[in-house]
């Protein structure tokens, strides 16, 4: 194939990761879906209400101008008349809330949308804004003019005596507001996105053919097997295996068997792979290669985060993003790659009398991570976001450094968090699990981990002996139980995850679940409209991180206060954090989207959650946490501001905004001060905000003694010999930066010291 050819050779997507509906108006009933037809009335109207057709008009002066094609005047009409309750946005905003939410939210949104659709009901909710002077003179929701319907919904959203009742409204709108945004028709387009700017990123991946999907040797993709092509697989590929047929179970033998891909469980799997065992991963994931990727926000949600990327903490203040696809996190984080900080280290080694983190075994564990993902320190061409950051700092004197990358310098992709589909980052599924494979390593994917198998031992230091793990696939046509048998098992899959699977495994240590670290931020935004703006680009594309600035005290330049870095987003999300004041406010917010330059802050953490069942998450930010946050946020503003922005603002619930033109350092400051870190949604203010985390440590942290942690130095539980944990999980605090490299390098020393454990065992 010549070079002409290979350009115009077509990417074929992953089928699960192309846009399009499955829903049609001949299949669409609501009792599939889970909500009766007078559910999905009042779920309609609420759509509409949160997205409704506005006059055109009004959008003009956000978007056109006299150089406006008739293309870009007919996309900001269709946006214009476009609605929420249009077919089939409210069924497909109804699918997710019926299998994302969390049980006890999901029936107190049914009860709610039961009562809409009753008169009484909606009196009930609404109060006298349902009544009218003409018969039937009391209306139920969908019945009421459009501009009755807003201002019900404005009264919840500032509402403090029925706070649930808000907590519905926040989730029918990110839900409503996410579909909208990220639904797409068999064409892979979405009709809003011309009107936002927004375009999808078409680069085609800079792998030749020979490495499109270097880990397929490798892979046993349990949801496409059976029974039989199962067994048969697994002998292929030089996995021992046995069938009991009396218990139905499947027995497989291995020396090393890791739950997880990313950050730890990858590195493991290489590490012990080359030192000759038998590796045997289980990922409950799909393995996808950078052909596979579409970068839709959508599709690609669904199947690369967990619980599809709209996972929250109980009380719905912590939005929360965590991998769930092989390579884990490393296949769709941010590319981020900040080793420890000395100040953590030192904290480790001495206050929580940790040795490893005061080794030089360590810091070598580091250099060989960074030297294996191909750690590079420079960017040629900075996003947005990253220019603006860097400006802002400048103007003001504040020192901004580089963030070095897993990605090549000239890596100019806004689309990283849908995977990478030029295949430059690289995440474990490009680098340490090609290792691993390449030693003889099998991935099952499509497989998830039910328990660990422990046996009691009565004369021994740990209560416990692990066997290995029993799973099952994520297949109907697989039967049998999955029983593997290892000498040395590994809990690699991550903090939200690993503390479950221990305790469903009968460990009782409490630390399990305890101490979970989100790092959670705020977000602020800043308005750069082309005319007003030397800095060029878009908001979604370019390297998502590739600067960082520390907000620091004068008391104190060691310890950052918090760190600020630049955001990734598609529409979906960005329509999902930004506050709902008016359905026309958030069409002329949703205009500016391409750009709407967001930078946040994030802070280490003091305070803590826990998360003893999977998908059960609570959390509590510390009052330093709060103050922390808000200093950082301050600064995110005073950085945008001085980068030129001519709109700043926040994403609390009143839309708390500025405009800058002219503005004088007294008119910022005032505004400043109105700028704090508010509770969530389900809090007694008036005014709310929602908090983001991609970033859960801690929860099985490692200790000196089994009173301190779940693990010790080592990584193994303290309850259970040959059980070990490698992931975020193990952190004995959060730390405070981009945690790739300290997870990866903590479990490469795991690792090395498993692998000359079994050594001496065998001799």
Same mark, same amino acid.
């Given at each position: ?54 006059? *055109?008009? +009004? /959008?003009?002066?956000?978007? #056109?101008?006299?150089? %406006? ?6 996309? =900001?009409? &269709? $946006? ?24 006890? *939210?999901? +029936? /107190?949104?049914?009860?709610? #949308?039961?009562?809409? %659709? ?6 009930? =909710?609404? &109060? $006298? ?635």
């Amino acid at each position: 194939m010549d070079e002409s050819d290979s350009s115009q050779k077509k990417r074929v997507s992953h089928p699960l990761l192309r846009g399009g509906t499955k829903l049609s108006s001949s299949n669409c009933k609501s009792s599939k879906i889970g909500l009766s037809t007078s559910q999905i009335n009042s779920l309609s109207a609420v759509c509409e209400t949160l997205i409704p057709p506005v006059p *055109v008009q +009004s /959008l003009e002066n956000e978007k #056109l101008h006299s150089s %406006s094609s008739s293309i870009e005047r007919d996309a =900001l009409g &269709g $946006f214009a008349s476009a609605s929420g309750s249009q077919f089939p946005l409210p069924f497909e905003a109804a699918e997710l809330l019926t299998t994302r939410a969390q049980p006890e *939210v999901l +029936s /107190l949104t049914k009860l709610v #949308l039961t009562l809409l %659709s009753t008169r009484l009901g909606t009196l009930l =909710l609404c &109060g $006298f804004l349902c009544l009218d002077w003409g018969f039937p003179f009391l209306h139920h929701f969908s019945e009421l003019r459009l501009e009755r319907r807003e201002r019900i919904l404005q009264k919840w959203s500032k509402g403090v005596f029925f706070r649930p009742l808000r907590g519905v409204l926040v989730l029918l709108k990110v839900l409503c507001c996410y579909t909208f945004y990220t639904r797409t028709d068999e064409k892979s387009e979405n009709p809003a996105w011309q009107a936002i700017g927004y375009k999808v990123d078409t680069r085609e991946s800079l792998t030749s053919s020979e490495e499109e999907r270097p880990l397929q040797k490798g892979i046993v993709d349990c949801t496409l097997a059976d029974d039989s092509t199962l067994v048969r697989s697994l002998k292929e590929k030089g996995v021992e295996v046995t069938l009991d047929h009396d218990e139905n179970i499947c027995k497989i033998k291995c020396d090393v068997v890791i739950v997880g891909s990313g950050c730890g469980g990858g590195v493991a799997a290489a590490v012990l792979a080359t030192s000759g065992l038998k590796v045997l991963v289980l990922e409950k994931g799909n393995y996808f290669a950078s052909t596979d990727y579409t970068s839709l926000e959508g599709p690609s949600s669904k199947q690369l985060y967990e619980n599809g990327g709209v996972l929250t903490s109980l009380d719905g203040k912590v939005m929360i993003l965590a991998g769930s696809t092989l390579g884990g996190g490393s296949a769709v984080n941010w590319s981020a790659c900040i080793r420890t900080p000395d100040p953590v280290l030192r904290e480790w080694f001495v206050d929580n009398k940790i040795k490893l983190f005061g080794s030089s075994e360590y810091h070598s564990a580091m250099d060989a991570v960074s030297k294996r993902i191909e750690v590079t320190e420079n960017c040629a061409q900075e996003s947005l976001q990253n220019l603006v950051l860097r400006k802002g700092c400048e103007n003001l004197g504040l020192e901004v450094q580089r963030v070095a990358r897993n990605s090549s310098e000239d890596h100019y992709c806004g689309s990283c968090s849908y995977g990478c589909r030029t295949g430059e980052k690289k995440g474990t599924d490009t680098t340490w699990l090609v290792d691993a494979v390449s030693h003889g390593a099998v991935i099952l994917t499509g497989c998830k981990a039910k328990r660990f198998i422990l046996r009691k031992e009565e004369e021994s230091m740990r209560s416990h002996r692990c066997l290995g793990v029993i799973a099952s696939a994520l297949s109907k046509s697989v039967t049998r139980k999955l029983q593997i048998g290892a000498k040395v098992s590994i809990s690699a899959c991550g903090s939200l995850l690993t503390p479950p699977l221990l305790i469903s495994s009968g460990l009782r240590n409490p630390n399990i679940g305890s101490n979970l670290h989100l790092h959670p931020v705020l977000y602020a935004w800043g308005y750069f409209p082309d005319s007003k703006s030397e800095i060029k680009g878009t908001s979604y594309e370019g390297g998502i991180i590739t600067s960082v600035h520390k907000v620091v005290s004068d008391n104190d330049n060691i310890h950052p206060n918090a760190i600020i870095e630049a955001s990734g987003g598609g529409p979906g999300t960005i329509s999902a954090i930004t506050p709902w004041v008016s359905g026309l406010d958030m069409k002329q917010r949703m205009l500016k989207y391409a750009r709407n330059a967001h930078i946040f802050a994030l802070v280490r953490d003091q305070g803590s959650g826990e998360v003893k069942e999977e998908g059960r998450i609570k959390y509590r930010l510390d009052t330093s946490d709060k103050r922390n946050l808000t200093m950082g946020l301050r600064q995110c503003l005073r950085i945008l501001v001085a980068a030129g922005a001519v709109e700043v603002g926040t994403y609390r619930s009143d839309g708390q905004r500025l405009k800058c033109e002219g503005i004088k350092d007294e008119q910022l400051n005032e505004f400043l001060d109105t700028v704090s870190a508010v509770g969530g949604p389900i809090s007694h203010g008036e005014q709310w905000v929602l908090y983001g985390s991609a970033h859960q440590m801690g929860s099985c942290r490692m200790g000196a003694t089994e009173d301190d942690g779940t693990v010790d130095e080592n990584g193994e539980c303290w309850e259970a010999k040959d059980l070990f944990v490698c992931d975020g999980s193990i952190l004995p605090t959060a730390v405070g930066v981009n945690p790739m490299i300290t997870i990866e390098s903590t479990a490469y020393c795991i690792s090395k010291k498993i692998a000359a454990y079994l050594k001496k065992d065998s001799s």
